[in-house]
């Protein structure tokens, strides 16, 4: 079956500072990786949409500067979350298109930031 | 815009009971929306509990069942005896039909607490 992983689960960094995760999926082709945010008592906020060989679509309030992807095969994306600040906290969904397959995310279990 | 409501906050119910969580949505600019639920498990990612792309039908998995209906822009959740185990956080989500389309709306989510 499609399975997506994450990683770190949980990481904490200072303020300031800049923490990068990963995403990977297995068992299936990954055109597209979206990758979300929930920060405490929201809903999901899509931050950005990277397809292979396409320009990477950042949502409104969210930057390539601030939040640079990377998306160098069907399996495989990161994340970095720069100048980490509290408002940064917040459990970081990455979620992936099956090529060719109908419009349905699988989603990993997520990167859970804190910031001190 | 395009965005969904749910029921909010925590539900309780008890074990063998029969629950629903309400959703509505409104697509604006959304012509033929694909409806979702989705669930969070304790310390788990996102899961796909069931979807419908077509209004008028009802779309079933682990005794879950939810009928898009595009007359009352609802997609409720309903299950006709929870167990302990379906205690989770439950998602109602919308997208474009478009297979290449990768914006998922979600609602704020319904903490779902079933007592033994």
């Known amino acids: 079956g499609a399975l997506v992983y994450q990683y770190p689960r949980r990481t904490i960094c200072k303020s300031g500072t800049s923490m990068r995760m990963e995403c990977q999926a297995v068992?299936?082709?990954?055109?597209?990786v979206a990758w979300y945010r929930q920060s405490p008592q929201k809903t999901f906020e899509l931050i950005a949409l990277s397809t292979v060989n396409s320009a990477i679509k950042y949502e409104q309030n969210f930057t390539q500067e601030k939040f640079p992807i990377s998306h160098p095969n069907l399996s495989f994306s990161s994340m970095t979350v720069l100048n980490a600040y509290l408002e940064d906290r917040g459990l970081y969904l990455c979620g992936a298109r099956e090529w060719g397959g109908q419009n349905t995310l699988y989603f990993g279990a997520g990167t859970r930031l804190s910031v001190l | 815009g395009d965005s969904v409501t749910q029921t909010e906050g925590q539900v309780t119910v008890s074990e063998s009971k029969s629950l629903i969580i309400n959703c509505t949505y409104s697509?604006?600019?959304?012509?033929?929306?694909?409806l979702f639920w989705y669930v969070r498990y304790p310390g788990e990612g996102l899961q796909l509990l069931l979807k419908v792309i077509t209004a008028g039908q009802k779309g079933s998995s682990r005794g879950f069942e939810a009928t898009y209906n595009k007359e009352t822009t609802s997609f409720h959740l309903q299950k006709a005896s929870v167990q302990e185990s379906d205690s989770a956080v439950y998602y109602c989500?919308?997208?474009?039909?478009?297979?290449?389309?990768?914006?998922?709306?979600f609602g704020k989510g319904t903490h779902l607490h079933v007592l033994p």
């Open positions: 068992g299936f082709q990954a055109t597209s």
């Open positions: 989500a919308l997208s474009e039909r478009d297979t290449n389309a990768y914006k998922v709306i």
């Open positions: 697509a604006t600019s959304i012509a033929y929306p694909n």
